[in-house]
């Protein structure tokens, strides 16, 4: 099994549904990430997560909700999709330092018509 | 602020040459440096890292030097593959900061 885990792979969705994806990790991390990439901008943080009892706003949260519904798992929502929302979403995870890296999960390709 | 800033790409390659993709970045102390690996349909990989200055990271052929008085940490690789062809995303880290940040990437296509 991956490390770090995304559900679905891909999504099409309707404009105005919601959506959740979801991430989980094997890692034992306490940090997780969500990131979104698009086209020629890189990767831009949506939200982060330090622990189960922290959740903090990244560059671009507008429209994004997020749970951390245990160490392990950390969910990003979109309460109501829109067309500019499309774009290939990934979850992270580091230890609380950073310094080893990040472990990245395979991403989950969002759609929205 | 602190950032990073890659050359843009794509860089196109034949097979065997030599590669370079520059990465300079703006920080204040003494960050840890990444480069990254996405290739088609992944997520990103770690490739390497450096956390002090004139260390080098290695690892699959490639190579990167922290040097902090130019504040680079450019990628190398001495004979690019076909297989070597993906997206290149330089980074830098805090230890206990709150996020790493990364570069915008750079696209790689190697041609046999």
């Known amino acids: 099994d991956a490390d770090v885990t995304q559900t679905p792979r891909n999504r099409i969705t309707k404009t105005g549904k919601r959506i959740m994806l979801e991430c989980s990790q094997t890692k034992g991390h306490d940090r997780m990430y969500w990131y979104r990439q698009d086209p020629g901008l890189g990767l831009r943080l949506i939200y982060y997560?330090?622990?189960?009892?922290?959740?903090n706003k990244g560059e671009i949260s507008d429209g994004y909700s997020v749970s951390r519904q245990a160490q392990a798992k950390f969910s990003l929502s979109l309460e109501s999709a829109i067309p500019n929302q499309t774009a290939l979403y990934f979850c992270?995870?580091?230890?609380?330092?950073?310094?080893?890296?990040?472990?990245f999960g395979s991403g989950t390709r969002l759609t929205v018509v | 602020g602190n950032s990073v800033t890659q050359m843009e790409g794509p860089v196109t390659l034949s097979e065997e040459a030599f590669l370079t993709i520059n990465c300079t970045y703006t920080?204040?102390?003494?960050?840890?440096l990444f480069w990254y690996v996405q290739y088609p349909g992944e997520g990103l990989q770690l490739l390497l890292k450096?956390?002090?200055?004139?260390d080098k990271g290695s690892n699959k052929g490639f190579e990167a030097t922290y040097r902090k008085e130019t504040t680079s940490f450019h990628l190398e690789k001495g004979s690019v593959q076909v297989s070597d062809s993906a997206v290149y995303f330089c980074?830098?880290?805090?230890?206990?900061?709150?996020?790493?940040?990364f570069g915008a990437g750079t696209r790689l296509f190697v041609k046999a």
């Open positions: 980074a830098l880290n805090y230890p206990g900061g709150f996020k790493t940040i």
């Open positions: 997560s330090f622990d189960v009892k922290d959740i």
């Open positions: 920080a204040t102390g003494y960050p840890s």
């Open positions: 450096a956390t002090k200055a004139d």
């Open positions: 992270a995870t580091s230890d609380l330092t950073g310094d080893y890296g990040y472990t």
